[in-house]
């Protein structure tokens, strides 16, 4: 796999994956961005989003928000191998800004880092 690409077995695709994630995940929290993670038995991390559009109404604000998870989680994902990860976005998600968004994912990214240092 190509460091750096966003390939589609680093997709969470059907609802048995989101399903295993949402059964018993690890969650870290943000007023407007939630992460819920847990382990899999793959050798590289998976991604999903959930950016529900009764939070977040415009569908460019839901696509940029979308974009900016998936291009953090780009740089992140060698330090993230082993994780299916899920991102919720939550009510006035849309109200932060670029810079405020990465901010938010680089913490959430960080802490799931040390989390798996430490396992």
């Given amino acids: 796999m190509t460091p750096g690409r966003f390939a589609r077995q680093q997709r969470l695709l059907t609802s048995s994956d989101f399903r295993h994630v949402f059964a018993h995940p690890r969650r870290f929290n943000h007023p407007h961005l939630t992460m819920l993670v847990r382990s899999n038995q793959h050798a590289y991390a998976r991604l999903g989003l959930a950016i529900p559009k009764r939070h977040i109404r415009r569908a460019v604000d839901r696509n940029r928000i979308k974009r900016q998870i998936r291009e953090s989680f780009r740089a992140w994902q060698t330090k993230l ?39």
């Fill in 81 to 119: 191998v082993g994780w299916d990860i899920v991102m919720l976005a939550r009510g006035g998600a849309d109200r932060l800004s670029n810079r405020e968004l990465r901010d938010v994912l680089e913490s959430h990214w960080q802490k799931l880092a040390t989390v798996c240092a430490d396992s």
